[in-house]
Nanobody, 125 residues
């Protein structure tokens, strides 16, 4: 399983970015998927997650109403639309997959067994 994240960049406060994560070597159709972010020296932080059917969605309180997670199982792609970005959103963003589709720990990094390489998001004030 390989996950390739892209779409990061530099944006001003209030701007938008759209992150994508493409999976290869594996079908995501029955997998739980999520986005996490991390600053240097800090623990990885949950951002958003979606179950295989898209019926279950979770968001961190800090991004609710601004970020939207979605998936396209046919394209093996996970997306994170980020609007109204703030300097505190600056981090490396990682996509992750629970290949067995488990949802009990989808808000925690321990709930995932494969990770992408990360994409840098920088929001300037």
């Amino acid at each position: 399983v390989q996950l390739q994240a892209s779409g990061g960049g530099l944006v001003q406060t209030g701007g938008s970015l759209r992150l994508s994560c493409v999976a290869s070597g594996f079908s995501i159709s029955r997998s739980t998927m999520g986005w996490f972010r991390q600053l240097p020296g800090k623990e990885r932080e949950f951002v958003a997650a979606v179950s295989w059917s898209s019926k279950t969605l979770y968001y961190a309180d800090s991004v609710k109403g601004r970020f939207t997670i979605s998936r396209n199982n046919a394209d093996n792609t996970l997306t994170l639309q980020m609007n109204s970005l703030e300097p505190d959103d600056t981090a490396v963003y990682y996509c992750a997959i629970n290949s067995r589709g488990l949802t009990s720990a989808m808000r925690y990094s321990r709930g995932y067994d494969y990770w992408g390489q990360g994409t840098q998001v920088t929001v300037s004030s």
